[in-house]
C-alpha cells in the first residue's frame, strides 16, 4: 500500500469563506471564531492541527478529526492533517491514540493509548476524501484503519462475547465529571484511564456495555460499506450485513424498548437508568433507525423537561435524577455529598448536567442524519443567540440562562459549531460533493461566499429571499425558510423546509418555477 503521511503528496484546492451580514453581533461571533480558530493552529511534528483549544493543548479522537473536517471549508490541509495524524499513529493491534500531544523541545510528539476517548473518525474522513481529488491511495489507507480498528474493537471491547461492546474507564468516552460515573463510585483521575489489553476488575462496576462503542463500530463498518462502493471491491454487501448486525444488537440489548432511548449496562448487565446525551453520540454515529430516531427525538430531544430546555442540549435530561448543573441546581446534590466525590460544577469540564460545545457540534450531524433540519436550525438559533449576547466560548453553558461558564476562552468545539450552524441558517455548507444553501428565517441580510473545489459559491439574501449563484452565474432564487440541496455544478436535488410553521414558499431555477406551502421537515425531490 502507498502510505501518503507527507501533505505534499496531496492534490487539493484551496477552500475560504466570507461572511457579511446587516446583523452585528452576529458578524462579530464570525469574526470571533474566525480568529480563535486560527489562535488553535499549532505544529505537532510535521503537520500543522487544528488543536481542541482553551485548556486542552492537544488533539482528541473525540473532537480533533471531526473539528478538522469543519475547519475545511478554511483550510483543506489543517483538516487532512487532524485526520492523517490519527493514521499514522494508530497502533498495529488497531488501536487509535486517544490523544496525541505535542511538547517542543522536552518530550516531542506523544500518541497517548491508554483511554479510547470515543472515536469520531470514520465520516469526518470520508468528507476529506472528496476534498482532495478523490485520492484512492488515501480512501484504501482510510480502509485498511477502519477495518482494523473494527476489528480491536471486536477483539478486545468485548470481553463477555455477548456482542455487547464496553467502555472500561472514564476518558474512554470524554465525559469527565458525569455522575453517570460519580454515583456509581468512579473518580477522578483514579478511574480516568485504563491502558491494559483486558478490562479492569476494579473500577466498581465497570466495564459498562455501551451504546456509543457500537455506533463507533457501526460508524466504522457503514463507511467501509460506503468505501467498497467507491473501490468496487466487492465487499459492500458484507459491511452493509456487518453494519446490520451491530445495530440490531444494540436494538436488542441497550435500547429501551418502551422508554425510546439508550442507556448503559454495568457488569452485572444491570442498567444505569440515566438518560444522556450519549443518545446524540449514537445518532451522529447512524446507530438508530429512521424509527427509533423519531421516537427519541419526539419524546426526549424535544422534551422542554428533558433537552429542549432554553438553550438546548444538556449532557443529562434536566429532569433525570443524574441531572447535576452545580449545588444550587441539581436533582442529586445529597447522593454526591454522601459519595465524598468533588462534584464539579458548570464552571470545569462537566458532562452532568451543563450545555457542552462538543454536544453542539455534534448534533448538527446527528439531526441531519435523519431529517430533522428545522430543529438544526432552532438549535442553531438558540445558540447563536447567547454567543451574540455574551461573546465568550468556552466548554459549558448554563441550558436554562445561556450563560457561559467562567472556563477558559477559546474552546475550539463551541467556536467551529458557531460557524457551522451559521453555515446551516444563512449560508453554504458543502460535504459528499453536495451544496446545502441555507436561510432560516429572521436571519435579515447577508452575503456567505465559500470556495471550494475551485469554484465559488455565494448565497445573498434581503431577509425575504435568498440566491445562489456559483462562479457569479445564478443557480437559484427562492424565499427563506428553506434548506436548498444541489450537486457541485447546482443540479437541484432537494428542498427542505427548515422552517418552525408552515408558510408559503416559492422558487425559479433554470425554466422552472415552484409554488406551495412548506410544513415543517416537509422534502420536495421531484421538480
Request: charged letters at 25%; proline letters at 3%.
Amino acid at each position: 500500500m502507498n502510505y501518503k503521511w507527507d501533505l505534499n503528496q496531496y492534490k487539493f484546492e484551496d477552500s475560504f469563506v466570507k461572511f457579511a451580514a446587516d446583523d452585528k453581533d452576529l458578524q462579530g461571533v464570525f469574526d470571533d471564531c474566525e480568529a480563535l480558530c486560527k489562535q488553535n493552529i499549532k505544529t505537532f511534528a510535521d503537520y500543522d492541527v487544528l488543536i481542541e483549544g482553551a485548556k486542552y493543548n492537544g488533539v482528541w479522537l473525540e473532537t480533533q478529526p471531526m473539528g478538522g473536517e469543519m475547519y475545511a471549508k478554511r483550510s483543506i490541509k489543517i483538516a487532512l492533517a487532524n485526520i492523517l495524524i490519527f493514521l499514522r499513529y494508530q497502533r498495529r493491534d488497531g488501536k487509535f491514540p486517544g490523544m496525541i500531544s505535542y511538547r517542543d523541545p522536552w518530550s516531542g510528539l506523544v500518541a497517548h493509548y491508554d483511554w479510547m476517548q470515543g472515536c469520531f473518525l470514520p465520516y469526518a474522513a470520508l468528507k476529506l476524501y472528496y476534498l482532495i481529488n478523490e485520492d484512492k491511495d488515501y480512501l484504501n489507507m482510510l480502509y485498511t484503519a477502519l477495518e482494523d480498528f473494527d476489528a480491536y474493537l471486536w477483539a478486545y471491547r468485548d470481553s463477555t462475547g455477548d456482542g455487547c461492546l464496553e467502555n472500561w474507564c472514564i476518558w474512554d468516552v470524554g465525559e469527565d465529571n458525569s455522575t453517570v460515573y460519580m454515583l456509581n463510585g468512579l473518580k477522578m483521575p483514579e478511574h480516568g484511564p485504563w491502558g491494559k489489553s483486558t478490562p479492569p476488575e476494579d473500577y466498581m462496576n465497570m466495564p459498562y456495555k455501551s451504546p456509543q462503542y457500537m455506533g463507533y463500530s457501526y460508524a466504522c463498518r457503514n463507511v467501509l460499506a460506503r468505501i467498497s462502493k467507491i473501490l468496487d471491491n466487492g465487499l459492500a454487501e458484507k459491511w452493509e450485513e456487518k453494519a446490520k448486525q451491530v445495530q440490531d444488537k444494540a436494538y436488542e440489548c441497550l435500547w429501551d424498548k418502551e422508554k425510546h432511548a439508550f442507556y448503559l449496562r454495568d457488569k452485572n448487565g444491570e442498567v444505569i437508568p440515566a438518560l444522556t446525551q450519549e443518545n446524540i453520540k449514537c445518532m451522529y454515529c447512524g446507530l438508530l433507525t429512521q424509527e427509533m430516531a423519531d421516537a427519541f427525538i419526539k419524546e426526549h430531544l424535544l422534551n422542554e423537561e428533558e433537552f429542549w430546555t432554553p438553550y438546548p442540549l444538556p449532557a443529562i435530561a434536566a429532569n433525570d435524577k443524574y441531572f447535576h448543573l452545580n449545588k444550587d441546581h441539581s436533582n442529586c446534590a445529597e447522593e454526591l455529598e454522601k459519595t465524598g466525590i468533588e462534584a464539579h460544577g458548570i464552571d470545569d469540564n462537566s458532562w452532568s448536567g451543563p450545555l457542552n460545545g462538543l454536544i453542539w457540534q455534534r448534533s448538527i450531524d446527528a439531526l441531519i442524519n435523519y431529517g430533522y433540519h428545522a430543529e438544526t436550525s432552532a438549535v442553531g438559533k438558540k445558540i447563536l443567540s447567547t454567543l451574540k449576547k455574551h461573546r465568550k466560548y468556552t466548554q459549558n453553558y448554563n441550558p436554562f440562562t445561556g450563560v457561559p461558564a467562567n472556563g477558559m476562552d477559546g474552546y475550539g468545539p463551541t467556536m467551529l459549531s458557531a460557524l457551522e450552524y451559521i453555515s446551516m441558517l444563512c449560508g453554504v455548507n458543502i460535504s459528499y460533493k453536495k451544496v446545502f444553501w441555507s436561510t432560516a428565517t429572521e436571519m435579515g441580510k447577508f452575503t456567505y461566499t465559500q470556495n471550494m473545489h475551485g469554484k465559488e459559491y455565494k448565497l445573498v439574501s434581503d431577509g425575504n429571499e435568498m440566491q445562489g449563484f456559483i462562479d457569479g452565474k445564478e443557480i437559484f432564487v427562492s424565499t427563506v425558510g428553506a434548506r436548498i440541496e444541489t450537486d457541485l455544478d447546482g443540479k437541484i436535488l432537494s428542498v427542505y423546509a427548515i422552517a418552525e410553521n408552515d408558510f408559503e414558499f416559492s422558487m425559479s431555477f433554470e425554466d422552472k418555477k415552484i409554488a406551495k406551502t412548506l410544513s415543517k421537515n416537509e422534502c420536495i425531490k421531484e421538480f
